[in-house]
């Protein structure tokens, strides 16, 4: 397990049994650093399943935030492998574990225990038709437009925002309206620091 406190800062710890994603966005960073420390000849487009980091969240005794698939994303994953990684979740209720995939209706095949947050990425075609009561915070990262926040009304516990790096592309004011609409609705948000917002907001939803 890799703790990201300085880096990802909304977790703890990153936990990827999986590793790959056949999606090749743009600005996708997991893709950069595979492709930097990989040493094999297998591209990152493959689906790969490493059962020697499966069990790495029974080795953690502090209940911590755990966010799951860094380096993949779960809509790509085949059921046998969301089955084991679920297994474990159940077996480390001290921890909240985060799962986060551009394609929320995949969750709808699946029966996650209650410490386990389903969160969706925003994109420029989101659509979600899944309903989970574990259905818990959008990331909206990389921030390329403004952002109708009424569309997510009495669907999220918990927004986080990012910035493309390494060049921004939005506006301050895009994020000053989602800061607004959060604290009308008393949501916490998390403003990473890739944002170069000038006042730091870091809010965290209650753990269970």
Known sequence: MNN???SIGWADYTWNPV???????????????YNRFNKTKIPFTEIQFGMNRLFQPCNVKKPSRIFVGS????????????????????RCPQHTFLFLTKDGNCYSKYDFPKNCWLGITYTKDWEITVRKDNLKFMSIEPLLKSVNMND???????????????????????????VRYCK?????????????YP??????????
Not at 19 to 33: D, L, Q, T, W
Not at 187 to 192: A, F, W
Not at 199 to 208: A, D, H, T, Y
């Open 19 to 33: 590793v790959g994603c056949k999606r090749e966005c743009f600005y996708c960073y997991a893709k950069k650093i």
């Open 4 to 6: 990201v406190k300085n």
């Open 184 to 196: 009308h609705c008393s949501i916490p948000l998390y403003i990473k620091n890739n944002a170069h």
């Open 71 to 90: 380096m993949s994303d779960i809509c790509y994953w085949e059921n046998w492998q969301v089955s084991n990684i679920i297994d474990v979740t159940k």
């Open 152 to 178: 997510f009304t009495g669907i999220f516990d918990w927004f986080i925002v990012g910035g493309l790096s390494p060049n921004p592309v939005h506006k301050i004011e895009w994020i000053d309206y989602i």
């Open 199 to 208: 006042i730091e907001i870091k809010e965290f939803p209650k753990s269970k």
